[in-house]
C-alpha cells in the first residue's frame, strides 16, 4: 500500500477562518512534507518533518503552522490566508527523509481563499 | 537560470507515438532522479526512479540519465491517450537531505 490520503478534497475559507489540512498514511514513513502547487508550476516545498519532528521550514508565513501529531498523521493549521495562498496543497512521505528515498504524493486539497 | 530545466509544452502526439520527455539540469551533484507523473488537479504519481546514470525501463516507460551532459530522459512507448497529463521530473542529491528539485514540468497531450 503506498497511498497517502488528504482531506478534504476541497476547501474554501474566507481570509479570517480558521481551518486545518489533514494527510495520513499507514507506510511506516518517517518523514512528511507539505508541498504548495499553484497552477501550471511544480510543487514548492513548505515543511518537511522527520521522525515528528520539523526538520525543515521554507521561510513560510506563520499563517500556515504544521503539526505533526504521531508519525502517520500530518496536519497544516490555516490562519488569516490571503487569496494568493490559494493553490493545491500535497502532502507526501517518504521512508526516513534520506535524499534517496522515493516521496510518494497525495491527491492534494485544493484550496481557494476568497 | 533555474536548477532544473524543463520544456513546458504542450507536447502534442499522435496515438502510438514515441515520446520523448527531457531535463536539464546544472547540479552536478544531483544523484538521484525520477519522473513523475501528474493528472489534471491530482497529485503527483511516481513512475520512475534512477540512481546516477544508465538506463531503467519498466513497461512502455524508459528512463534514461547522462550526468556527463547533466541530462535526463523519459521515453514513452505506443503512447496512450490516458498518458496525457503533465510530466515532472525531479532530482536530488546527498547533501541537500531530502529536498527535491522539480523541474518547471511537461505538458503532454495524446490524440487518439
Known amino acids: 500500500d503506498t497511498e497517502v490520503t488528504q482531506t478534504p478534497k476541497h476547501l474554501v475559507m474566507g481570509m479570517t477562518n480558521k481551518k486545518s489540512l489533514k494527510c495520513e498514511q499507514h507506510?511506516?514513513?518517517?518523514?512528511m512534507y507539505w508541498y504548495k502547487q499553484k497552477a501550471k508550476k511544480p510543487p514548492e516545498l513548505m515543511f518537511v518533518?522527520?521522525?515528528?519532528?520539523?526538520?525543515i521550514n521554507e521561510s513560510v508565513p506563520s499563517r500556515f503552522s504544521p503539526e505533526c501529531p504521531n508519525s502517520s498523521l500530518l496536519n497544516l493549521h490555516l490562519h488569516a490566508l490571503q487569496p494568493e495562498d490559494s493553490a493545491l496543497y500535497l502532502c507526501?512521505?517518504?521512508?526516513?527523509?534520506?535524499?534517496?528515498?522515493?516521496?510518494?504524493f497525495g491527491p492534494g486539497t485544493r484550496l481557494l481563499v476568497l | 537560470q533555474k536548477e532544473v530545466e524543463q520544456d513546458p509544452g504542450p507536447l502534442s502526439v499522435p496515438e502510438g507515438a514515441i515520446v520523448s520527455l527531457n531535463c536539464t539540469y546544472s547540479n552536478s551533484a544531483f544523484q538521484y532522479f525520477m519522473w513523475y507523473r501528474q493528472y489534471s488537479r491530482k497529485g503527483p504519481e511516481l513512475l520512475m526512479y534512477?540512481?546516477?546514470?544508465g538506463n531503467k525501463e519498466d513497461g512502455r516507460f524508459t528512463a534514461q540519465v547522462d550526468k556527463s551532459s547533466k541530462y535526463i530522459s523519459l521515453f514513452i512507448r505506443d503512447s496512450q491517450p490516458s498518458d496525457s497529463a503533465t510530466y515532472l521530473c525531479?532530482?536530488?542529491?546527498?547533501?541537500?537531505?531530502?529536498?527535491?528539485?522539480f523541474g518547471g514540468g511537461t505538458r503532454l497531450m495524446v490524440k487518439p
Open positions: 507526501a512521505s517518504s521512508q526516513d527523509g534520506h535524499p534517496q528515498e522515493t516521496q510518494y
Open positions: 507506510m511506516g514513513h518517517r518523514a
Open positions: 534512477t540512481y546516477s546514470s
Open positions: 525531479a532530482m536530488s542529491d546527498n547533501n541537500a537531505g531530502n529536498m527535491l528539485t
Open positions: 518533518y522527520s521522525y515528528e519532528k520539523l526538520s
